[in-house]
């Protein structure tokens, strides 16, 4: 599993720049530049809501991914050592990406 840093302070599953889900997806079927992925997987945190303190952040995750043209991408399923979710106070995964994404074309 590749180690995971996720910058997306808004996303609910946030929890000190790791994700507490033990699976994620990135989206962007078609996309050449990071920019045109996402983490699918994104929800954001609403104001006045608390994360669940039993969730376990980890810094390993499995990730799904539909970028079909990243270089990490083997079978739809991410191959890179360390991968980065970017977003900053992103309020929907459009908001998001996979800052690991290289494109193999």
Do not use: W
Request: net charge negative; hydrophobic share 25%.
């Amino acid at each position: 599993m590749p180690e995971l840093k996720c910058t997306v302070q808004t996303c609910a599953h946030n929890n000190d720049f790791y994700c507490s889900l033990d699976r994620i997806q990135v989206g962007g079927e078609g996309a050449k530049h990071a920019g045109e992925t996402s983490c699918d997987s994104f929800c954001e945190r609403k104001e006045g809501s608390c994360s669940n303190s039993l969730e376990m952040a980890s810094d390993c995750a499995c990730v799904d991914c539909s970028a079909k043209k990243c270089m990490y991408n083997e079978n739809s399923k991410c191959h890179a050592g360390k991968i980065s979710v970017e977003g900053g106070d992103a309020k929907s995964s459009s908001g998001t990406e996979c800052a690991t994404f290289k494109c193999c074309c």
